[in-house]
C-alpha cells in the first residue's frame, strides 16, 4: 500500500515515487514539463542515483517491472529525459523486444534498431535516433524478433553496451516485466543496475 511495505518487503528503499497521473497514457512524457509534480518526481529518482553507488556510479540501468502496466516505460522515458536535462548524453534503448512502447511514446518508428544491429545488419551508428534536437538519443527495438531472450544473451548485446558506454553518460534499456519472461533477467544481468518500477495503491 506504500513505500514503507516495499522497504519492508524488499530490504531496499526506494528511489522515489511517482505520483498517479490518470493522463499518463495519452501525455507521458511529463518531465519535459520541468513545472509538473511528477517532473520533480523523476527529477529526485536521476539525483538519487547518484548515491547509490558513488564509488562506481551505475552507468547502464535496466528498468522493468513485475507486470504490464506499472509504468516501467513512461518511468524510462522520463529517466532518460530527465537526465539528459542535466547535462548528460544519454540514449534510451528499447530492449523490450516483445511489446516495444518507447518508441510509440517518443514518436520514433522502431521498425529499424537493436535487433538489427544484433543481427549483423547494420552498425549502430546508423540505427541511433536523434531525437528532440539531440536531447537525447533513442536506439529503438528493429523488428520483433523469434527469439527475444537468445539475442538480449548474446555477445553482440554486450559488445552493443559496451560502444555505447563508451559513447553516452548514460543508458537506460527499457525492458520486458519480469515474471512474463526471462529478458529482463537477462537485461539487468549485462547492466549495472536494474529499476524495478513498482505500482502501490
Known amino acids: 500500500k506504500g513505500s514503507s511495505d516495499l522497504l519492508s518487503l524488499s530490504g531496499a528503499t526506494p528511489l522515489g515515487v511517482i505520483g ?12 519535459l514539463d ?34 504490464a502496466g506499472e ?12 537526465m539528459a536535462q542535466s547535462g548528460l548524453r544519454v540514449c534510451i534503448v528499447e530492449a523490450d523486444l516483445r511489446r516495444p512502447k518507447v518508441g510509440v511514446y517518443l514518436g520514433v518508428e ?19 535516433v536523434p531525437w528532440s534536437r539531440n536531447l537525447l538519443t533513442l536506439l529503438p527495438s528493429g523488428s520483433i524478433p523469434p527469439n527475444p531472450s537468445e539475442l538480449l544473451a548474446s555477445d553482440h548485446m554486450k559488445e552493443t553496451l559496451n560502444e555505447l558506454r563508451a559513447d553516452f553518460d548514460a543508458v537506460i534499456l527499457d ?14 544481468a549485462v547492466a549495472d543496475g536494474a529499476i524495478l518500477i513498482v505500482r502501490h495503491s
Do not use: H, W
Open 20 to 31: 498517479f497521473d490518470p493522463n499518463a497514457e495519452t501525455t507521458p512524457l511529463s518531465a
Open 34 to 67: 520541468q513545472q509538473a509534480p511528477r517532473s520533480e518526481s523523476f527529477r529526485q529518482i536521476r539525483t538519487n542515483l547518484q548515491y547509490v553507488d558513488v564509488d562506481n556510479p551505475p552507468k547502464i540501468l535496466a528498468v522493468t517491472s513485475s507486470m
Open 71 to 82: 509504468g516501467k516505460s513512461t518511468a524510462a522515458c522520463n529517466l532518460a529525459i530527465s
Open 110 to 128: 522502431s521498425s529499424v534498431g537493436l535487433t538489427d544491429v544484433l543481427a549483423g545488419k547494420i552498425p549502430l551508428q546508423e540505427a541511433l
Open 175 to 188: 525492458t520486458a516485466p519480469l515474471l512474463m519472461v526471462s529478458d529482463a533477467s537477462i537485461t539487468a
